[in-house]
């Protein structure tokens, strides 16, 4: 069907506010942040910035304590991913298979994903605090330790309590996503395996698994971008503490932009990051042209 020119004008009038408003707010700020990464660019040159080409990419790179965020990150995500699919996916499969009450279980496997991040961080942070709920109960309930335990106190102790907030939230939205997932595989292959003798064991891995490896493939990008994305709970619970051994990418670039005011740092830092994101969008494209191949 042609389209009048006046059908043109009209269509270009309807889309330009919301184009002008993308251009303003998401368009115009990554080309300056773009360009703030190549400038030295902190409190004591707002006013004239110089050019310093990749310095600040190189700064990036050689940054000791970029490397331990990086590392916290990557270590943050390989467990959290994992965690979140397994026990979601468990939790979907069983769902699909009871017919009573399943609304209910939903809502109920639900809610810690529409549960504010801050809250939920503020209430983990509670519990594993040292004089915390955990650290009552194990003392003067349980009579299982005689002292307090510091379990944000470490490195490995504050990413670890970071790791499970970030697996029991998202527990339910991968609940979702393989429980629609799984209502599309058709019945029939089931019941024709079960003729065939199948047990559940050969049915989940010749009929479940591969009939929602589509949507295992995008739940494991998606995660694995939101791994890397992750702030707010690592910047309640830890702060980065102690000694920045804590943070993750988006806290340390917080830090460097807001407390140590070196934003051409943090813009070279955050264009890293993208790239890096950028990479996983690629395999993801790969993977799904392989799969529909």
Request: aromatic fraction near 16%; hydrophobic fraction near 50%; include cysteine.
């Amino acid at each position: 069907m042609r389209i009048s020119k006046k059908c043109k004008m009209q269509i270009v009038f309807l889309l330009l506010p919301g184009l002008i408003i993308f251009s303003i707010f998401t368009i115009y700020p990554i080309i300056k942040l773009f360009v703030m990464s190549f400038f030295q660019w902190d409190f004591g040159s707002i006013i004239n910035q110089k050019f310093i080409g990749f310095e600040n990419y190189k700064v990036v790179l050689e940054d000791e304590y970029f490397r331990t965020a990086f590392a916290n990150t990557l270590v943050y995500t390989l467990v959290t991913v994992p965690g979140q699919m397994i026990i979601g996916f468990l939790i979907a499969l069983s769902l699909n298979s009871i017919t009573k009450f399943r609304v209910g279980y939903r809502v109920l496997y639900y809610l810690p994903v529409i549960t504010s991040w801050v809250i939920a961080s503020l209430i983990f942070k509670y519990v594993f605090n040292t004089e915390g709920l955990l650290n009552y109960f194990l003392m003067n309930v349980l009579h299982i330790t005689g002292q307090n335990v510091h379990w944000l106190d470490s490195r490995w102790g504050g990413l670890t309590v970071a790791m499970l907030l970030g697996i029991w939230k998202g527990i339910g939205w991968n609940m979702v996503v393989f429980l629609a997932a799984l209502q599309t595989v058709p019945a029939d292959l089931y019941e024709a395996a079960s003729m065939d003798g199948a047990n559940a064991w050969k049915r989940l891995i010749h009929i479940t698994l591969p009939g929602i490896k589509g949507t295992v493939l995008f739940a494991l990008v998606m995660l694995t971008i939101g791994g890397f994305n992750v702030f707010t709970s690592v910047k309640m619970i830890t702060g980065g503490n102690p000694g920045h051994q804590t943070d993750v990418i988006l806290t340390w670039m917080y830090h460097k932009a807001f407390s140590a005011g070196e934003f051409g740092y943090s813009a070279a830092l955050s264009f890293i990051t993208t790239l890096v994101l950028s990479v996983l969008a690629v395999i993801q494209f790969r993977l799904m042209q392989q799969k529909e191949g």
